[in-house]
């Protein structure tokens, strides 16, 4: 079974840009390098800010910090699971 996915919703053409101003700073909680360095790459290469947390600790610390404007988890962690 699935677990449930979110939706985000995406400027269209008629809305002000202003979006791309706000969301900047994206955490990435990843134990596998490779899997967040690929992450990492894309969205750095679109102008995004990004942190990695291999553990789930770390990264639990990281997300209650406030500085991020999106957060990409996995679900099977060390320390502390995704869920």
């Not at 957060?71 to 869920?83: A, K, T, V, W, Y």
Request: proline share 6%; aromatic share 4%.
């Amino acid at each position: 079974m699935n677990p449930p996915c979110a939706t985000v919703s995406l400027p269209t053409a008629s809305e002000p840009r202003n979006m791309e101003k706000r969301m900047k700073r994206i955490l990435i909680v990843e134990d596998d390098s490779s899997i967040a360095e690929i992450e990492r790459d894309l969205l750095v290469n679109n102008g995004y800010d990004v942190n990695i947390e291999t553990d789930g600790a770390d990264g639990l610390r990281e997300a209650l910090s406030g500085k991020y404007d999106l957060i990409l988890l996995d679900l099977m962690l060390p320390n502390i699971d995704g869920f």
